[in-house]
């Protein structure tokens, strides 16, 4: 998975829960994206980062927030978890933006009851 | 919109044939072009990629094709193995703003090889 690691793998949360995951990597890549991925849907962009403190918002974006103090974390924040939001979570990197390939994580499971 | 899809969403093979999994996009301008691969439980891996000045390009045992005229890219998968079984996307760049970019990924195709 290209040096990305996400943590958790796994949660499960009740409505009205704050939940943070996180995307570690150590391919020292300057593009990170989270995605959330559900079934008939293809993977859809919540938001990316473009840089140290550098973010901006994807095709859905409500809900989520996001911050990258540092080159290799970048981290998802669902404010008040809802049972919408119940999803596979991905993580991908980039070297560069433009057309440069994207390489995503393992992907973390989030259940929200 | 814009949109990146899939015809069909299953495919199953005998192990061993080839395998052909396609993809149309609506956005005539689209000038790049990727396929993923994502088996059970993890995250895409990328595949091949072409960019529009090809109609063809080929890899280990995959084939991409590219058809400009009609809209359409096409995987293909020489003797199809076990290994092989996954979801396969296509996915084109989305320009959003002046910092980076998006893919549009579709849906994706489960390939079943059977035995």
């Known amino acids: 998975d290209a040096g990305i690691t996400q943590s958790p793998r796994h949660k499960v949360t009740e409505t009205g829960t704050p939940v943070t995951l996180r995307c570690h990597q150590t391919e020292n890549h300057r593009y990170m994206y989270w995605y959330r991925q559900d079934p008939g849907h293809g993977l859809r962009l919540i938001h990316y980062s473009y840089g140290v403190k550098d973010t901006d918002k994807g095709e859905v974006s409500d809900g989520y927030s996001v911050s990258r103090s540092k080159t290799e974390d970048f981290l998802l924040t669902l404010e008040s978890a809802t049972s919408s939001q119940t999803s596979v979570y991905f993580c991908?990197?980039?070297?560069?933006?433009?057309?440069?390939?994207?390489?995503f994580g393992p992907g973390t499971r989030l259940t929200v009851l | 919109g814009e949109s990146v899809g899939l015809h069909l969403p299953t495919l199953s093979v005998q192990e061993g044939d080839n395998s052909i999994i396609n993809c149309a996009y609506s956005n005539s301008a689209s000038d790049y072009f990727i396929w993923y691969k994502q088996e059970s439980g993890k995250g895409p891996q990328f595949i091949i990629d072409?960019?529009?000045?090809?109609d063809k390009r080929q890899g280990q045992r995959v084939t991409v094709l590219l058809n400009k005229t009609v809209k359409h890219l096409s995987l293909q998968i020489a003797a199809t193995q076990p290994g092989d079984s996954a979801v396969y996307f296509c996915a084109e760049p989305l320009f959003f703003d002046n910092y980076g970019q998006n893919f549009v990924f579709g849906p994706g195709t489960r390939l079943s090889v059977l035995p």
């Open positions: 072409i960019r529009s000045n090809m």
């Open positions: 991908a990197i980039s070297r560069t933006g433009g057309t440069d390939t994207q390489y």
